[in-house]
């Protein structure tokens, strides 16, 4: 477990800093933010496929393989078009319904055991995401976007763990790229954005920042339960607070302080519960 914890906080570290230079390319540079996650996939599948061997590629013949992508697909997508318009503190935040998610259908699919403490920690955090989200009192179309792609993380996360005995880390996610990237190939072509050098170089961050931190959530994920790890998804919060910072100076409203602060305590006291 401690292993898996160094592995889940450097993933969860180099998910935002990808999800930053995908917000300054939407952001800054009129990027669409199709082009942002299929580019992601592409790029990825590009850096790991000198490593892929023979049986990776049977893997692309199991409908459940297709699945666990598509939702990692439609994950990315719509984070992306949410960091367009909203500060990444936020999206980070309200995106944190996911690992709520995870960890009740892994309790419900998967048969992972729960604790009555965990899962009022997992309560707390969910009102903290909507703390942030605040549905109908300011709640933006943005905020509802990073809700769905926490919901789509969820799901991936779940799926991650369902499938893990498939095949290697790697493997996984080889295949996880080479599919998203299939289907989001005429749309990403459709939106090709004139490149210079700093739109290439945010370009290939944000895709080898996600490539990165998803590919060392699956080694984390072989080595421990999906109901242990789902809450240090949490860590991803510390750095998105201080990349928003630090590169946009987003200073978070009182309520997204709230919302932050219980989002994040919750998760972290979740993790440090030895059952």
């Known amino acids: ?28 540079h009129g990027v669409s933010p199709v082009f942002v996650a299929w580019s992601r996939f592409a790029l ?3 850096a790991i496929l000198p490593f892929v061997r023979a049986p990776a590629l049977a893997l692309l013949r199991d409908w459940r393989v297709w699945l666990r992508a598509l939702l990692l697909a439609g994950g990315i997508l719509s984070i992306q078009s949410a960091l367009k318009t909203e500060p990444l503190a936020n999206v980070f935040a309200a995106f944190f319904v996911g690992p709520i998610l995870s960890y009740a259908l892994s309790a419900l699919w998967l048969r992972e055991p ?17 703390l942030v989200v605040r549905p109908g009192l300011g709640g933006s179309l943005g905020l509802l976007l990073a809700l769905l792609a926490g919901c789509f ?18 493997a996984l996610s080889f295949t996880q790229l080479a599919i998203a990237g299939l289907v989001l190939t005429p749309f990403g072509l459709a939106n090709l ?49 201080g990349l928003g910072w630090a590169v946009f100076g987003d200073l978070p409203d009182l309520w997204t302080w709230a919302g932050l ?3 994040l305590g919750a998760g972290l006291v979740s993790a440090l519960l030895r059952r």
């Open 153 to 170: 993380y969820g799901a991936f996360l779940t799926a991650s763990r369902w499938l893990s005995h498939l095949g290697t880390p790697l």
């Open 1 to 28: 477990m401690g292993r898996a914890v160094l592995i889940m906080f450097l993933a969860m570290s180099l998910i935002p800093a990808g999800d930053m230079a995908g917000k300054l390319l939407t952001g800054q």
């Open 193 to 241: 954005p004139a490149l210079d050098i700093e739109t290439a170089g945010l370009t290939l961050a944000s895709a080898m920042g996600s490539m990165l931190g998803n590919l060392l959530l699956l080694v984390a994920y072989a080595r421990a339960p999906a109901t242990r790890l789902a809450p240090l998804v949490y860590f991803q919060l510390i750095a998105a607070a």
């Open 114 to 130: 729960v604790t009555w403490t965990r899962s009022a920690l997992m309560l707390l955090g969910f009102c903290g995401v909507l």
């Open 261 to 263: 602060s219980l989002v």
């Open 44 to 46: 990825g599948l590009l």
